[in-house]
């Protein structure tokens, strides 16, 4: 049996799949912040109760909202203070007494979609986050790709190209970003990103969903908002097409269900990417909320 736990800022989700990987279990508990002995023992108790529930030793798999530094081990987890700078893994495999694989939250959502999901079939999958932040991962050839330091996929703090000035003016606002540096795609492809530009472009406030059903209405401000931000977008997907080549784009995170975004990207791409080869498709993910547990029990598939 698989198991995935996907650790969120304010819940952690345990989910089961049998070996057709179909889902048999799954319960939820608020995530401990505060306390680390308290955060370890409630994934430990989750762990054992759900193998005594099902009479199975689960092999586990976590994603979490940040990553194992490599050379130290230590997990890096901005948003849950108590876990931040600790041992995590190898204190879950002592308290579990087996093995246990942890991996980036925006990690599991590729390997999620890779096997089994939109992804499925491709030898290269770059799975997109358009969610609170913009992240992503990358699964090549049967594996996640993490890079030297554990940061592949982190597409979201390269900088915001010069089209933004051309489109959005000399005025457009050039932010400051919460990794240190400034002008990250991260505050401008998330949902907030689009609140964003919305503001520079109306000089009025509005939510993501409003923002979108405005522009289903033929709202000018809100059509130039999204003029703006499937520029961007396709900008930042061509030029990790230029670097990277992948065959899909698997698209998660709540601005994944703007659905005009499959119809208005791709052909936007084409002005960002060499001309000599086939581009990728640009696809929604299968799995939706659910990516995250089922990506986390497929680090052990």
């Known amino acids: 049996m698989l198991y995935g736990l996907d650790i969120g800022g304010t819940k952690m989700e345990l989910a089961a799949y049998n070996d057709r990987h179909e889902r048999t279990f799954s319960k939820r508990i608020p995530t401990p912040t505060d306390c680390y002995d308290t955060f370890r023992q409630s994934i430990k108790n989750l762990i054992l109760d759900t193998d005594d529930q099902l009479n199975v030793r689960g092999c586990v798999g976590i994603g979490i909202p940040g990553f194992i530094e490599p050379d130290s081990a230590k997990a890096l987890i901005a948003n ?17 007494n087996r093995p246990v694989k942890i991996e980036n939250d925006a990690n599991c959502f590729t390997v999620s979609e890779a096997i089994g999901g939109a992804g499925e079939g491709y030898d290269s999958v770059f799975g997109v986050i358009l969610g609170t932040g913009c992240g992503g991962g990358i699964y090549v050839k049967n594996r996640i790709y993490n890079g030297q330091n554990n940061l592949a996929g982190e597409w979201g703090h390269t900088p915001l190209p010069f089209q933004a000035l051309e489109l959005g003016g000399n005025d457009f606002p050039i932010i400051d970003c919460g990794c240190g540096l400034r002008g990250c795609l991260d505050n401008y492809l998330s949902g907030r990103g689009l609140e964003i530009i919305y503001r520079h472009v109306s000089g009025t406030q509005a939510e993501g969903k409003d923002i979108i059903q405005r522009y289903r209405h033929q709202d000018s401000h809100a059509e130039k ?73 497929m680090l052990n598939y």
Do not use: H
């Not at 108590?82 to 495999?93: Q, R, T, Y």
């Open 80 to 96: 849950i203070p108590c876990g931040n700078g600790k041992n995590l893994l190898a204190d879950l495999e002592y308290l579990l």
């Open 225 to 297: 908002t999204i003029k703006l931000y499937t520029e961007l977008l396709a900008c930042g997907l061509g030029s990790l097409t230029n670097v990277i080549d992948p065959g899909v784009f698997v698209l998660g995170g709540g601005l994944s269900n703007f659905d005009e975004l499959y119809d208005l990207v791709p052909p936007l791409m084409k002005k960002y990417t060499l001309k000599i080869g086939k581009l990728p498709e640009v696809r929604k993910a299968r799995f939706g909320d659910a990516g995250g547990a089922r990506g986390a029990a």
